[in-house]
């Protein structure tokens, strides 16, 4: 009997087998990243992108658009539309911008974005998409949370992972700390502002005070606040007027679906402190409006 013979059968049978196990892995069709849970929009190529309708499209919710596509608010554009990612590295973006995560509406994918370096500082208000550095937080932090503030990453399982006066938020995408001075109060001619998620922030505050007076019956407590002063708050009691509302109360006109003071930009200057008179566009009617 020839003892080369069945050897050499053995050794024919397994030597595919290393190669089976390569190209079954090789074959494998690429899983989607996730990130907390949610899943990662990938970047897309322009042949990737071809088929799908509502790319770029204006939307209000992730659900308006086609996987694996999520719906994002981008102040550059002044709109909300349906997007993938756009770079996976900082070494994928522009000089003066990183590469950054960000949620979309609701429980849509997460998108990467090119993202501006700026000059807001821990605790200040931020633009999650921001449309220059005035609007973007310095190199190091995340702008985060509903209200945009910048932010470093913390732990929840840490309680010594924020420095004083912020604490651990758990916010999309990471957990962020946010600013807090319900304890330690504020500077006098600024008054604690409350802010989602628990945030709240020392401000110097133009308009009613609603967050310790109540508006009346029928109106909301309502903010504002321009990025480049972000020791300011201009607050509001909002009726909103137009389609299915009722008319405004006498005095006050409808402008941008809610009653606004009205003001003459020829006559003497009767909007509040902080305010001018401003009109949105032609049609409008001139109204007070923070002076920002």
Same mark, same amino acid.
Not at 52 to 81: F, I, K
Not at 202 to 217: D, E, K, L, M, Y
Not at 273 to 290: K, M, N, T
């Given at each position: 009997?020839?003892?080369?013979?069945?050897?050499?059968?053995?050794?024919?049978?397994?030597?595919?087998?290393?190669?089976?196990?390569?190209?079954?892995?090789?074959?494998?069709?690429?899983?989607?990243?996730?990130?907390?849970?949610?899943?990662?929009?990938? &970047? !897309?190529?322009? $042949?990737?992108? =071809? @088929?799908?309708?509502? /790319?770029?499209?204006?939307?209000?919710?992730?659900?308006?658009? %086609?996987?694996?596509?999520?719906?994002?608010?981008?102040?550059?554009?002044?709109?909300?539309?349906?997007?993938?990612?756009?770079?996976?590295?900082?070494?994928?973006?522009?000089?003066?911008?990183?590469?950054? &995560? !960000?949620?979309? $509406?609701?429980? =849509? @994918?997460?998108?990467? /974005?090119?993202?501006?370096?700026?000059?807001?500082?821990?605790? %200040?208000?931020?633009?999650?998409?921001?449309?220059?550095?005035?609007?973007?937080?310095?190199?190091?932090?995340?702008?985060?949370?509903?209200?945009?503030?910048?932010?470093?990453?913390?732990?929840?399982?840490?309680?010594?992972?924020?420095?004083?006066?912020?604490?651990?938020?758990?916010?999309?995408?990471?957990?962020?700390?946010?600013?807090?001075? %319900?304890?330690?109060?504020?500077?006098?001619?600024?008054?604690?502002?409350?802010?989602?998620?628990?945030?709240?922030?020392?401000?110097?505050?133009?308009?009613?005070?609603?967050?310790?007076?109540?508006?009346?019956?029928?109106?909301?407590?309502?903010?504002?606040?321009?990025?480049?002063?972000?020791?300011?708050?201009?607050?509001?009691?909002?009726?909103?007027?137009?389609?299915?509302?009722?008319?405004?109360?006498?005095?006050?006109?409808?402008?941008?679906?809610?009653?606004?003071?009205?003001?003459?930009?020829?006559?003497?200057?009767?909007?509040?402190?902080?305010?001018?008179?401003?009109?949105?566009?032609?049609?409008?009617?001139?109204?007070?409006?923070?002076?920002?």
């Amino acid at each position: 009997m020839n003892w080369r013979t069945p050897l050499g059968v053995g050794v024919a049978l397994l030597l595919p087998l290393p190669l089976v196990l390569i190209l079954g892995g090789t074959l494998q069709p690429e899983q989607p990243e996730h990130f907390r849970g949610r899943p990662v929009s990938p &970047l !897309l190529s322009k $042949e990737e992108r =071809g @088929p799908l309708r509502t /790319y770029h499209r204006n939307c209000t919710r992730s659900a308006d658009c %086609e996987a694996p596509l999520g719906c994002l608010m981008d102040a550059r554009a002044h709109a909300q539309y349906c997007a993938d990612s756009q770079c996976i590295t900082d070494a994928q973006c522009e000089d003066g911008q990183h590469c950054r &995560l !960000l949620a979309t $509406e609701g429980p =849509g @994918p997460m998108v990467r /974005y090119c993202l501006l370096l700026g000059v807001r500082t821990e605790g %200040e208000r931020c633009i999650k998409v921001p449309a220059s550095r005035e609007e973007a937080c310095a190199p190091g932090l995340i702008c985060g949370s509903r209200d945009g503030f910048c932010a470093r990453t913390c732990s929840l399982t840490e309680p010594g992972s924020c420095a004083p006066n912020f604490f651990c938020a758990d916010t999309q995408p990471e957990p962020l700390c946010l600013p807090t001075c %319900e304890k330690s109060g504020c500077p006098e001619g600024q008054h604690c502002i409350r802010h989602e998620q628990g945030a709240s922030a020392c401000a110097r505050v133009f308009g009613p005070q609603c967050q310790q007076t109540p508006c009346p019956s029928g109106q909301t407590c309502e903010f504002m606040h321009a990025t480049h002063l972000p020791d300011r708050i201009w607050s509001e009691c909002e009726q909103r007027c137009g389609k299915d509302f009722p008319p405004c109360p006498d005095g006050l006109v409808c402008d941008g679906w809610a009653c606004e003071q009205p003001c003459d930009p020829k006559g003497p200057n009767t909007c509040d402190e902080a305010y001018r008179c401003f009109q949105r566009r032609p049609s409008s009617p001139w109204v007070c409006h923070p002076d920002w």
